[in-house]
């Protein structure tokens, strides 16, 4: 699957939109993640726990993306974007999202 974040793909003409596609996940940070990244926050510096758990999360919901986008039936994703909240103290959403197409090469 063809993932883009630009509207057009060079080489290649939309013949048909399919729709908007998302994928996404909501994410706890535990509690030792916690503690650590508050005495981390004390020093100062990137707290890798976090980085990391935000990482796997954004490819996570990539996936759910490219996932409902095959199951419209396209074979690509254009205007790709990502974008994130917090839904309570301690939980983080990633949603990936996008419109999901057809593309097929110009001759």
């Known amino acids: ?20 596609v998302f994928g996404l996940i909501v994410r706890s940070r535990g509690l030792g993640g916690d503690i650590l990244a508050s005495l981390k926050s004390l020093v100062g510096g990137e ?6 758990m ?12 490219i996932k409902n986008a095959n199951v419209m039936g396209a074979n690509a994703i254009v205007m790709m974007r990502y974008d994130s909240g917090e839904i309570a103290k301690n939980m983080s959403e990633i949603v990936a999202y996008g419109t999901a ?3 097929e090469p110009i001759e």
Not at 1 to 20: A, F, S
Not at 54 to 65: G, P, Q, S, T, V
């Open 54 to 65: 935000l990482e796997d999360a954004r490819k996570e919901a990539m996936d759910r993306m």
């Open 101 to 103: 197409v057809i593309l």
């Open 1 to 20: 699957m063809l993932v883009v974040t630009t509207e057009n793909v060079v080489g290649y003409r939309v013949v048909e939109v399919k729709g908007p």
């Open 47 to 52: 707290i890798k726990q976090y980085t990391s």
